[in-house]
């Protein structure tokens, strides 16, 4: 096996937004993620492409505009390309941004790897009608230059053999800084390095001559070498500031020799649209409300029952046309109005597994099997994952929605409008990456939070990145507003107007918690957050069916594995009592599982949930605690357990699942419509599930992973019962004011104090 010939490295490399991963996914056959945006790949990620004569590996970089190590993405890119020396890079230019791209191709020319630019976006350059010469530009740059689409597959073929037959060839770095008064001097030092032995002699010379305090530390003689010559040189313009001089050279160098390349058009006019676009959407004042407006419409096409707000004209009361016992009631709901796409897809899967239930337990009962085992298939496994799968219509739909606001370019609008707010609560803008995507999964985003720079800011946003409510706590959100909806009889249609105000309230809390770390126990720096808008794009069709293939895929997985298994354990303890007798569903109470969670259900009392629920209470204290092992759990139990808790006082109503699930304990429990709130907002913002919670503490250290645990808890239990309190007595608002004026008095004089005394220091 041995004598086996290794494997090629390749590393994408550019700036961000540039389309390296669309590349990497192309060329690898993976399914990454793809965003409108920069900062979507923080770490490295390998693949293999067999596109080529033979197959070699591709690592997809995080973007960066240097391989100067500012940021976290910068440092992972550059010690890649530096240290791991992969056999070729390829350098991803966005050619509808040539000059600015090109700043990074002239400091990857300077190492001794073999490069080949791939020029991207191709199809977007022609549709502005603007021209690149690509053999032009090769020859200038000495480098094998491609024309690509990353998206459409053009010139990919050739991207591979060139980049193949390029990592086979020894290069030598060169730069482009021949003119400057500092050449000289860098060749001096390049030699000495050379001497060393350090590979890229040339590339580590000219960052030791910037005074790269990483470059100076790591070579020490070359350094104090290059100090000595440095201090006899001052430039007329840039004194002694090597860094911004070769800067600026590069600059200049790009503009006279590779700008001839580029034929410019008429892109001005679809400039100017873009520009006149971002005037309204990213305005001070409108931007915000838009950003809301179009939240809701999103919610309102994906969860409304009266989508076209036509309840009561439509329907039982309704004059001119009626659903009612028609086959559309099933599938537009029987609020009167016209449910919105996303409900009538739900409703439509209804149909298919309210069948599939009806089926299997008819047959069971007429092939006389036992009612133990009825009961079990029935509730235990299809009740549970019912409930679950019944919401995977709406949460793609859902994700359709943020994928396309991702993909056309609108998201990273929103984080500039935020960028201001934010820096106000004592977070950067970048931030709102890694928040944003936790609407998604709270496992990636918290991953995500490495583009951080500063430790707090970091620990801070991981905290409360579950607060943005992830794709698996949307069953909550929903089925136990939409049961709270029809239970209480407000009209139909709110059911989405509260799923969208628990979502608010989740990144208001987050808000607010930030702001409290920040002044307190996470205070620290801020670094400057610079983003540039993306083009806006049209969202790809197959980008976003891929995104949706991604949810889908992972949800069905889990509904099938954690899930399934779950709800089987949760049906047998609530069926057994501690003796290992079987209990019927009617004394359920008498089980192992209802024995655990009578002990805990006091616990929930002051947030709604406890023992003024009665003896069937335990069932939600029960669903919160299975939502640590997985979200959709909490879902997955009330479907399991609600035809149990029904069958108490009626056993016709057996078999509901999802909402109707919900509805029936709602029913059964008597639970306020406070309590049911606060028992959304408990799940929303407690410890997450297993995934999150490992993540976080792999990203976290030791200490600051247990105090965290801690927030979730604090934080879940105080919001919750203050939604609770206020709900049923509105009064006790004025306790709470009264609390949080003491609690914010009492953060801002130990800061004045803590300032005070630093102030002393300091002067001291
Ligand atoms: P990365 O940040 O460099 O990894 O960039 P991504 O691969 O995430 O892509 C950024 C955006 O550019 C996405 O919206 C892509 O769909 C889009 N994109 C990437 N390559 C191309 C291309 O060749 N043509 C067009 N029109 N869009 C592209
Ligand atoms: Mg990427």
């Avoid at 094998?144 to 086979?168: C, M, W, Y």
């Avoid at 076209?308 to 009361?317: E, H, M, T, V």
């Avoid at 209480?488 to 989405?496: K, M, P, R, V, Y």
């Avoid at 953060?747 to 004045?752: D, H, V």
Wanted: hydrophobic share 50%; glycine share 8%.
């Amino acid at each position: 096996m041995k004598e086996r010939k290794k494997r090629l490295t390749v590393a994408l490399a550019g700036n961000p937004n540039c389309g390296k991963t669309t590349l990497f996914n192309a060329l690898t056959g993976a399914t990454a993620h793809v965003g409108n945006w920069p900062g979507v790949t923080v770490d490295k990620r390998e693949g293999v492409c067999k596109k080529g004569r033979e197959p070699f590996s591709v690592v997809d970089l995080p973007g960066i505009y240097s391989l100067s190590p500012y940021t976290p993405e910068e440092v992972i890119a550059r010690n890649y390309i530096l240290d791991e020396k992969p056999d070729c890079i390829i350098n991803i230019v966005d050619s509808t941004n040539l000059e600015r791209n090109l700043y990074l191709t002239t400091q990857i020319m300077e190492t001794d790897v073999p490069v080949v630019v791939a020029l991207n976006m191709c199809d977007e350059l022609e549709k502005t009608g603007d021209k690149i010469d690509v053999k032009l530009l090769g020859e200038r740059l000495d480098l094998p230059v491609v024309g690509i689409s990353a998206v459409t597959g053009k010139g990919i073929k050739e991207l591979v053999d060139k980049t193949l037959s390029a990592a086979t060839r020894k290069r030598r770095g060169i730069s482009v800084l021949s003119d400057t008064v500092l050449s000289e001097a860098v060749a001096d030092i390049a030699v000495k390095l050379d001497e060393e032995g350090v590979p890229s002699p040339l590339f580590h010379a000219i960052k030791i001559a910037e005074g790269d305090s990483l470059e100076c530390e790591n070579h020490k003689k070359a350094a104090a070498y290059a100090a000595k010559l440095t201090s006899k040189i001052t430039d007329e313009t840039f004194g002694n500031d090597w860094e911004a001089l070769f800067a600026n050279a590069r600059y200049d160098y790009i503009t006279a020799n590779y700008s001839p390349a580029l034929t410019v058009s008429g892109r001005n006019g679809k400039r100017k649209l873009s520009e006149k676009i971002d005037r309204v959407l990213t305005n001070k004042w409108a931007g915000i409300p838009i950003f809301i407006a179009i939240l809701f419409a999103i919610f309102h096409l994906t969860f409304s029952e009266n989508f076209l707000f036509l309840a009561g004209a439509l329907g039982k009361n309704g004059d001119w046309v009626s659903f009612e016992g028609t086959y559309f009631e099933g599938l537009f709901g029987s609020s009167g109005g016209i449910a919105s796409p996303g409900v009538i897809l739900a409703n439509l899967l209804a149909g298919i597994t309210d069948a599939i239930s009806g089926g299997v337990s008819n047959g069971l009962s007429s092939a006389g099997t036992a009612e133990w085992a009825q009961g079990f298939v029935v509730d235990g496994v299809l009740g549970g994952l019912f409930s679950v799968m019944s919401f995977l219509p709406q949460i793609l739909v859902l994700f359709m929605f943020f994928s396309l606001l991702e993909d056309s370019g609108y998201m990273a609008r929103v984080a500039f409008i935020l960028d201001r707010i934010f820096r106000r609560l004592g977070l950067s803008g970048r931030a709102f990456m890694p928040m944003i995507m936790g609407f998604g999964c709270s496992v990636p985003a918290m991953v995500n939070t490495r583009t951080l720079a500063d430790e707090k800011e970091r620990a801070a946003t991981v905290r409360v990145i579950p607060f943005f409510s992830c794709g698996a706590k949307l069953p909550i959100l929903v089925a136990c507003a939409g049961a709270l909806v029809s239970v209480s009889g407000i009209a139909g249609g709110f059911a989405d107007m509260i799923t969208m105000l628990m979502y608010l309230l989740g990144i208001v809390t987050a808000f607010v918690a930030v702001v409290i770390m920040r002044k307190t126990t996470m205070r620290g720096e801020l670094t400057p957050f610079i983003m540039e808008l993306p083009n806006y794009r049209r969202p790809g069709v197959k980008n976003t069916l891929l995104h949706l293939w991604d949810k889908a895929k992972h949800f069905v997985k889990k509904a099938f594995t954690v899930i399934l298994v779950s709800t089987i354990l949760i049906w047998f303890f609530s069926h057994f009592t501690w003796n290992w007798n079987y209990v019927p569903d009617e004394r359920m109470n008498e089980s192992i599982l209802a024995s655990v969670g009578m002990l805990v259900q006091p616990i929930f009392t002051p947030l709604g949930f406890g023992s003024q629920l009665g003896v069937n209470g335990w069932v939600f204290a029960v669903a919160a605690v299975t939502g640590l092992i997985a979200k959709e759990n909490v879902i997955a139990t009330f479907g399991t357990l609600a035809a149990c808790v029904v069958a108490t006082f009626n056993p016709d109503l057996m078999g509901e699942e999802g909402i109707e699930a919900v509805e029936a304990l709602i029913t059964a429990t008597g639970i306020s419509g406070a309590g049911v709130i606060s028992y959304i907002a408990f799940n929303m913002l407690t410890v997450p599930c297993f995934a999150a919670v490992a993540t976080a503490k792999a990203e976290l250290g030791k200490k600051s992973f247990r105090m965290t645990l801690l927030f979730w808890v604090a934080t879940s239990y105080i919001v919750a019962s203050m939604i609770y309190t206020i709900g049923v007595a509105w009064w006790s608002a004025f306790i709470w004011a009264a609390v949080w004026a003491i609690a914010i008095t009492v953060i801002a004089i130990i800061n004045k104090k803590c300032g005070s005394s630093r102030r002393r220091i300091a002067a001291a």
